[in-house]
């Protein structure tokens, strides 16, 4: 090989990197059985979460995600002064329909996700700014840090938002994402979710979730939902499939209920634990 050609392989092909992008990474079996210790200490003390403790060891990003400091008490006033705002005229229906923000359709499979987002008591939560993101059909985000050989689609940016009505419902056309590789752990694959913003009233009232889809096989195998030791409340972040909302020939229907306080609030993440 001349030495031209030599330096061209060596563009093409990037040098092995010394160690594997894997290594130091604990495998699945580890992370099942931690998250099978956590989960029988917890129930044999009887505490099961409805809400993911700041620090979920099988989680490992959870260590670094939470403030270890004393919150500041912010002047809400003043943060409103510098927060961003939005009026109704602001949210444009179209923006509730994640399948036509391009000029062609995008791949997969076409859904509707609705539901209510109401309190503890029930009641609903109106004209609630309510924003959504998520992986392609091929569980690749548009964002610089996901990497993975996975396609992008030009047709699927995998954002929306949309406003709750009175009786508190939303619903967003969309595409099921794909499972998600995440680099927690060898081989770890997140369940296809869809994650959810709840706006409040003001900017300090923001709200962070995320919903399943019915019979993933990577439900046991995710430290991110198993962290809520609760099983009930890790079951509450499963639509349900929904035949009466799918339509002939065009989406499969999934409905989703969004319960802010209570005891069947919503698992909600804490100060940034997850993206
Ligand atoms: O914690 C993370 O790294 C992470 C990455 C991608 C996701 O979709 C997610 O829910 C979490």
């Known amino acids: 090989m001349s030495r031209q050609h030599a330096e061209l ?8 990197p010394a160690q594997p992008p894997t290594a130091g990474l604990a495998s699945q079996s580890a992370i099942d059985r931690e998250i ?7 129930a044999a003390s009887g505490l099961t979460r409805t809400q993911s403790r700041l620090d979920f060891a099988p989680y490992r990003s959870s260590l670094l995600r939470h403030p270890t400091k004393d919150l500041h008490h912010a002047d809400p006033e003043g943060v409103e002064l510098v927060a ?21 359709e995008p791949i997969g499979e076409r859904i509707r996700i609705s539901g209510r987002i109401v309190d503890g008591d029930g009641r609903p939560v109106r004209r609630q700014l309510v924003e959504i993101w ?8 548009i964002h610089k840090r996901d990497q993975h050989p996975a ?15 009175d009786l508190g419902r939303y619903s967003f056309v969309t595409i099921k994402p794909g499972p998600y590789p995440w680099g927690n752990h060898r081989n770890a694959w997140r369940p296809a979710h869809v994650h959810f913003s709840l706006f409040g009233t003001e900017f300090t009232q923001r709200m962070i979730t995320q919903m399943y889809f019915p019979s993933d096989p990577l439900f046991a195998l ?3 939902l198993q962290s809520v030791t609760d099983p009930a409340a890790r079951d509450r972040l499963v639509a349900r499939y929904d035949h009466d909302r799918s339509e002939h020939e065009w989406l499969l229907g999934y409905t989703w209920d969004i319960v802010l306080t209570g005891s069947h609030a919503t698992r909600m993440e804490q100060e940034g634990d997850d993206v």
């Open 222 to 224: 995710d430290p991110i």
């Open 36 to 42: 099978e210790r956590i989960q029988a200490d917890e």
């Open 134 to 141: 998520q992986a392609n059909a091929a569980g690749r985000y």
């Open 9 to 16: 392989a060596e563009l093409a092909e990037p040098a092995e």
């Open 84 to 104: 961003p705002v939005f009026g109704e005229r602001d949210v444009d229906p179209l923006e509730a329909d994640l399948t036509i923000q391009h000029d062609g």
């Open 151 to 165: 396609p992008i689609d030009p047709n699927f940016t995998g954002v929306g938002r949309t406003l709750t009505d």
